[in-house]
């Protein structure tokens, strides 16, 4: 029994979805952990990162933190041929990477705990 269209789709989707962690998390690493940072260094990262990246077939997302992180990737690719220096690069992509792993876990923490509402009751 062949797969419905739907589920390529999905399998597609997901599939897209963890290269892009992947090429994410992979330059997030070497930009933190890395002691003698280099624009030559970063560009040789993004190159291998990207011979990976290209090989998964590009799926619209439409769910906004992944698309954020569609911008950032293409962010950190645009850095690779750009004049910047490197400090600048490695503080705008760990800041940005920063806002999007803070989004994501606003959403799903909420602390309830400093909320005065719910103490209302009590008095």
Known sequence: ??????????S????????????????????????????????????????????VEAVDLYKGDL????????????YRNSDTEIVEIKTDILYRSNQLEKNKNARRYKKDKHSQSKYDDWE
């Open 67 to 78: 698309q954020d992180l569609e911008n950032l990737i293409k962010k950190m690719v645009s």
């Open 1 to 10: 029994m062949a797969a419905s269209k739907k589920v390529i789709e999905s």
């Open 12 to 55: 597609a989707r997901l599939r897209y979805v963890r290269a892009m962690e992947r090429f994410h998390k992979s330059l997030i690493s070497f930009l933190s952990s890395t002691a003698e940072l280099g624009k030559e260094a970063y560009e040789k990262k993004v190159d291998t990162a990207v011979k990976v990246f290209v090989r």
